[in-house]
């Protein structure tokens, strides 16, 4: 392959494409484990180097391709409740959110997002132990507070993982629901973003030729780690999912507050 090639395929420094792989691998296996959080780990872990934009497209996309290659085998599992109510909520508002990412500086958007994932990840951890009744209030922010972070920062199914988890659901009913509505909180977004390019052409640029390139690369060792988390959750007793379950959410939440620190240390 000639050097002009290689510098198209990949214009970055290579020691950020070894990084990408390695944070490929280990959110594919969260999410094969988990069900939610490819995407979460995937931008906080890119974000302090490259533009977030392309970077949430290519989580989107490549969360509705996990999801289509495990979706058949989890609909039994799934709670009808939680996923009418989420996939309702983030019709409403991920439109907005995809705006906000488009025409907001990002710094502050990521300040908010990790600041507020990481309040409710630690209350909910120092909770452990109590319910919440699954309410249809709850489960109704549960999709405005998905729907609005998906289209921010692609986090909507870290946001109502942990809402889902208060409620103590079985282990395979959170994990099901959580993929299936991936799937369609994917999709739906990718079309909003589409839609939004179309539309406002000054908008930060949410889909093209580096949305393409984060998905070729990504993708690889999404699908390995994905193999590799799903033959360990067919191991797991439900108090270690839970307990992976909480303390993921602190970590997801943890990086991408992180990240924007990096950001403003650096600036």
Same mark, same amino acid.
């Given at each position: 392959?000639?050097?002009?090639?290689?510098?198209?395929?990949?214009?970055?420094?290579?020691?950020?494409?070894?990084?990408?792989?390695?944070?490929?691998?280990?959110?594919?296996?969260?999410?094969?484990?988990?069900?939610?959080?490819?995407?979460?780990?995937?931008?906080?872990?890119?974000?302090?180097?490259?533009?977030?934009?392309?970077?949430?497209?290519?989580?989107?996309?490549?969360?509705?391709?996990?999801?289509?290659?495990?979706?058949?085998?989890? +609909?039994?599992?799934?709670?009808?409740?939680?996923?009418?109510?989420?996939?309702?909520? @983030?019709?409403?508002?991920?439109?907005?959110?995809?705006?906000?990412?488009?025409?907001?500086?990002?710094?502050?958007?990521?300040?908010?997002?990790?600041?507020?994932?990481?309040?409710?990840?630690?209350?909910?951890?120092?909770?452990?132990?109590?319910?919440?009744?699954?309410?249809?209030?709850?489960?109704?922010?549960?999709?405005?507070?998905?729907?609005?972070?998906?289209?921010?920062?692609?986090?909507?199914?870290? +946001?109502?993982?942990?809402?889902?988890?208060?409620?103590?659901?079985?282990?395979?009913?959170?994990?099901?629901?959580?993929?299936?509505?991936?799937?369609?909180?994917?999709?739906?977004?990718?079309?909003?973003?589409?839609?939004?390019?179309? +539309?406002?052409?000054? +908008?930060?640029?949410?889909?093209?030729?580096?949305?393409?390139?984060?998905?070729?690369?990504?993708?690889?060792?999404?699908?390995?780690?994905?193999?590799?988390?799903?033959?360990?959750?067919?191991?797991? @007793?439900? @108090?270690?999912?839970?307990?992976?379950?909480? @303390?993921?959410?602190?970590?997801?939440?943890?990086?991408?507050?992180?990240?924007?620190?990096?950001?403003?240390?650096?600036?």
């Amino acid at each position: 392959m000639s050097p002009e090639l290689l510098a198209w395929a990949w214009p970055l420094p290579w020691p950020l494409l070894a990084l990408a792989l390695l944070i490929g691998f280990g959110a594919g296996m969260v999410r094969g484990f988990a069900g939610f959080g490819f995407a979460a780990l995937v931008v906080g872990g890119l974000s302090p180097f490259v533009p977030v934009g392309p970077v949430v497209a290519a989580a989107m996309i490549l969360e509705a391709i996990a999801s289509i290659g495990m979706v058949r085998s989890v +609909a039994a599992d799934v709670d009808r409740r939680w996923l009418r109510s989420l996939i309702i909520g @983030n019709a409403l508002c991920v439109p907005i959110g995809l705006a906000a990412l488009a025409w907001l500086p990002a710094l502050q958007v990521r300040l908010l997002v990790g600041g507020g994932l990481l309040t409710a990840a630690l209350a909910m951890r120092l909770a452990d132990g109590h319910s919440f009744a699954p309410t249809a209030l709850l489960r109704g922010t549960a999709g405005v507070a998905s729907g609005l972070l998906n289209g921010l920062a692609a986090s909507g199914g870290v +946001a109502a993982a942990m809402l889902m988890a208060a409620t103590r659901p079985a282990p395979a009913t959170l994990r099901a629901t959580m993929i299936t509505y991936l799937l369609f909180v994917s999709v739906y977004a990718l079309l909003c973003a589409a839609l939004l390019s179309q +539309a406002d052409r000054t +908008a930060t640029t949410l889909l093209g030729a580096d949305t393409l390139r984060w998905v070729l690369v990504l993708a690889p060792t999404m699908f390995l780690g994905i193999r590799s988390g799903r033959r360990a959750f067919g191991n797991a @007793n439900p @108090n270690r999912y839970r307990r992976f379950v909480l @303390n993921l959410l602190i970590v997801v939440a943890s990086l991408g507050l992180a990240s924007a620190a990096w950001t403003i240390l650096q600036g």
